[in-house]
């Protein structure tokens, strides 16, 4: 007995032999506005050539894709992957008002790619931080990103 039937639909080829297209999409705020993500993973937990595009109309129609960028940001010998930013979303806090989204930050020391196959080896080449952004205009713009501190001491500076 049959229960259903099953097919397989590609929505996002790979672009060449070892590396996959992670896609994510959300709701931003309340109504039908969508956010879609896609990137590139080379690497364990690592993406390159990341843009978004956004629809009004719950996925009707879209926008121009838009490069949020082709490499990650680095400064000298460390690279950041995440960060607070202009994207995304949060639940909405009635108290005050506010879309909260929690954010995720990686600072990696030297190459992404050999600072994630070095921790399976027991190094650990990175520092992760949690922040926080605020929208009051239901996710159209985001405030500067607060840091959560779980110990004492300074604020992540760059």
């Not at 400064?75 to 960060?83: A, F, L, N």
């Amino acid at each position: 007995m049959e229960i259903c039937e099953v097919q397989k639909e590609i929505y996002v080829p790979s672009p060449e032999s070892r590396v996959a297209t992670s896609v994510s999409m959300t709701y931003i705020g309340e109504g039908l506005r969508l956010q879609e993500t896609q990137s590139q993973v080379r690497s364990s937990d690592w993406s390159n050539h990341v843009r978004c595009r956004h629809s009004g109309d719950n996925g009707k129609s879209w926008s121009d894709w838009d490069l949020v960028y082709e490499e990650a940001p680095t400064q000298g010998e460390y690279t950041q992957s995440g960060g607070p930013g202009p994207g995304g979303t949060g639940p909405f806090d009635r108290t005050s008002g506010c879309l909260v989204k929690p954010v995720f930050q990686r600072v990696i020391k030297g190459s992404p790619e050999v600072a994630m196959s070095e921790l399976w080896k027991g190094n650990r080449l990175f520092c992760d931080h949690g922040f926080y952004q605020l929208s009051k205009d239901d996710g159209r713009t985001w405030s500067e990103g607060g840091q959560l501190n779980y110990e004492e001491g300074p604020d992540f500076d760059h």
